[in-house]
DNA sequence: TTAATACCTAAACCTGACTTTAGGTCAAGG
DNA sequence: CCTTGACCTAAAGTCAGGTTTAGGTATTAA
């Protein structure tokens, strides 16, 4: 059992939002002894599960009906599968848009790159929109998604 | 030249965002024809990287940096080909986070997919915490933190 | 005994990124 | 001529997710 200042610590979570987490309602199950909360592994594994559902796009509102929907037991097990399926889904979807902001970033680099060596954007600037290097020019079309032309 | 009706409807993005951005300064050479916006090729490639950096973590308020930088030429190359470099730092280290993420969804996904199949969670918290089938287990450590122990 | 800590609440406040509202200009079509 | 549609501005409003403030309790340490 720990206390929120405890959990605070653990997690580098601020106090206050340790507290706000629990006024939303998503540790519908915690103790208190005499007024003071007591985070249990219960409670630490909670937060684990917020932080997930959270980084996977989830608002407070909609954790906090999945900790209600913990607390039917058995009767609501196709009910959480089913979020987690679909947070998988979010989750690898975010992903591929981030690769495809990284071939943008990449591709600056090498644009920043090559202009600092030549010491001015013309003769990029003559390379574009297709006569790129070949692995400049992937990322240049995955970040300005052009799809390779038909054969 | 594209009017900001046209523009909106081709990146599918409010007007009211748009002139928003402006306001904002993220378009600092954008022209106007008797007081209606100008959008041209500038903008739209100005737009783009608008999304990578706001993807990538960046404010408004930092994005119009950069613009005030490419305003300046060649002497800000350096200055900006340093911020694609931290935003790609910053973009690879978030995806990892979501790989983290995405372990503790599948965990969860078997979870429930076993919770459904034996009719209660018992059998699963039996294996807890390192008891799971391999390559679940891979998962719930990844999610939770655990490296693997000196030999 | 008093002063520092760690905890508590309710309610107000803050921030970023938009969106909405209210009121106005201007060109084209019926 | 007058209405419709696409544009414009400034300013107020919204929303999520916290954070801060103000005031209070309980335990411990000098």
Chains 1, 2 share one sequence.
Not at 35 to 61: H, N, P
Request: contains cysteine.
């Amino acid at each position: 059992m720990y206390t929120i200042g405890q959990v605070s610590e653990m997690f580098n979570i601020p106090i206050s939002t340790l507290r706000y987490y629990d006024k939303e309602g998503l540790f519908p199950d915690m103790e208190r002894q005499s007024g003071i909360r007591k985070f249990s592994e219960q409670e630490i594994e909670a937060l684990r599960v917020i932080d997930c559902l959270k980084v996977s796009g989830l608002e407070i509102k909609e954790i906090k009906q999945f900790m209600e929907w913990t607390k039917e037991g058995s009767r609501t097990f196709a009910q959480r599968k089913q979020l987690f399926e679909t947070r998988k889904a979010a989750v690898e979807e975010e992903i591929s848009q981030l690769q495809k902001t990284l071939d943008m970033l990449k591709y600056k680099c090498w644009y920043y790159d090559t202009a600092i060596a030549d010491g001015s954007e013309e003769n990029i600037i003559a390379m574009l929109p297709d006569k790129l290097p070949p692995e400049i020019q992937k990322l240049y079309n995955s970040a300005h998604e052009i799809e390779k032309e038909a054969a």
